[in-house]
């Protein structure tokens, strides 16, 4: 059988939860990016900042990676972490608020485990199924360490709201209140959708980051917001305006963005748990580069999180990917929701039939990124690691209100 064909058996029987043949590819280097056209090592690692204390091979049996398999299995993972059922909602939003994320259990029931676990594995196949440059299994993400994904990036529309079990969570049973709780309002938004997963194999840890960065601003929809929510407003003698007590709890408590990470399988010491620094959504400074992270940062993970839980983030907390060691994929599709005194303009990704499928609930969450009837979101469908083609497939698509490739209908 050649390489090839052996990589395609794989990726028939690919699934996001339990053991598989995917990843683990030895021919891969460590710590190798490409650029937007498939070239390694651009010079610009954009999101692939390399890890200084990755293991020398990526092979499941190497002395560097068994050393480190021992140590995360003896330490990885944040001692006590507070898994909570999705009825806990007030609970729910004192921790996000308190550490910046919380870990909610069942967000998704059977069903929907099963329809997120069966898109999450289409998706990743369409990504894996490009074929590697010389002796690789696969084609790296543009920018990104090897073995990693993100499905809103390697989407030549930068989201997955075209494909319906992604907005078939947009609005659940079990987030929907909590996430009203952290908002204060149901007048929140959904902006995107996407989510990032490793391969069994992914040795590197992702650099601590921030998705967003905090603008520090109060405007009149935050204060609303922060009334919403239950903080009261005391007020400075010469200016009238909240005092800094109440400008920091505004700043801290009423985030911009939140977006929820659904687990597809159980998250262990070895596949590839997030990490989440504790607090660090209220913290100015960046976060340490990779060389300077101290071992707890790398320990901070959500081992424990089990299959069909989610990890509900506040965007500007310091998070990253750790190492695979697993024969497992760790994927982690998510949804990301904007407070409710964003602003309207943002991309238009979600086709209009799709829109027309949801809650009443959901319809007026996706208010501001549902396309118009009959125009497909350019790119939508068109799944590919490397930037250079996404950008040819949108500009292709552009403007022209054309259907989902290869498919018949809208
Ligand atoms: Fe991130």
């Given amino acids: ?172 049973p079990t987030t929907t209140p909590i996430l009203t709780e952290i908002f204060g309002s149901t007048d929140y938004m959904v902006l995107g959708a996407g989510g990032d997963l490793c391969l069994p194999g992914a040795v590197e840890y992702q650099h601590l980051h921030a998705d967003v960065r905090e603008s520090n601003q109060i405007s009149a929809g935050r204060l609303q917001t922060a009334r919403d929510i239950g903080i009261e407003i005391e007020t400075e003698e010469v200016s009238d305006g909240p005092d800094l007590a109440t400008r920091r709890r505004i700043i801290d408590f009423c985030p911009a963005v939140v977006t929820i990470n659904f687990a597809m399988c159980d998250l262990t010491w070895e596949n590839g748990p997030i990490r989440q620094i504790l607090g660090s959504h209220t913290w100015q400074m960046p976060p340490p580069p990779p060389a300077d992270e101290p071992e707890w940062m790398r320990m901070s993970t959500l081992v424990g999180a089990p299959a069909g839980a989610g990890v509900i983030r506040d965007n500007r907390a310091w998070h990253g990917a750790t190492p695979n060691l697993s024969r497992e994929i760790r994927s982690l599709p998510n949804v990301e929701y904007g407070a409710p005194w964003l602003g309207p303009k943002h991309a238009k990704t979600m086709p209009h039939h799709i829109w027309e499928t949801l809650t009443h609930h959901g319809k007026h969450l996706c208010r501001h990124i549902k396309a118009e009837p009959g125009v497909w979101p350019p790119g939508a469908g068109v799944m590919h690691p490397l930037g250079s083609e996404r950008r040819a497939a949108a500009k292709r698509m552009g403007g022209s209100g054309e259907r989902r490739p290869g498919s018949p209908g809208g």
């Fill in 1 to 172: 059988m050649t390489a090839r064909s052996s990589v395609q058996q794989e990726l028939d029987t690919l699934a996001v939860f339990g053991d598989s043949a995917v990843g683990w590819d030895p021919y891969t280097p460590v710590n190798e990016t490409v650029d937007a056209e498939g070239n390694p090592f651009p010079g610009q690692p954009g999101f692939g900042v390399p890890d200084p204390r990755a293991p020398r091979e990526r092979v499941y049996d190497h002395p560097d990676v068994a050393r480190l398999r021992s140590r995360l299995k003896r330490h990885n993972g944040i001692p006590g972490l507070e898994i909570l059922d999705p009825n806990e909602v007030e609970r729910a939003a004192r921790i996000f608020r308190r550490d910046g994320f919380v870990v909610v259990r069942d967000l998704l029931d059977e069903e929907h485990l099963a329809q997120f676990r069966r898109g999450s594995a289409r998706a990743l196949r369409q990504i894996l199924e490009v074929p590697g440059r010389d002796q690789r299994k696969y084609v790296t993400e543009s920018g990104r360490l090897p073995h990693r994904y993100s499905y809103g990036t390697a989407s030549a529309s930068r989201q997955m709201l075209h494909e319906e079990e992604w907005a078939a969570m947009v609005d659940l």
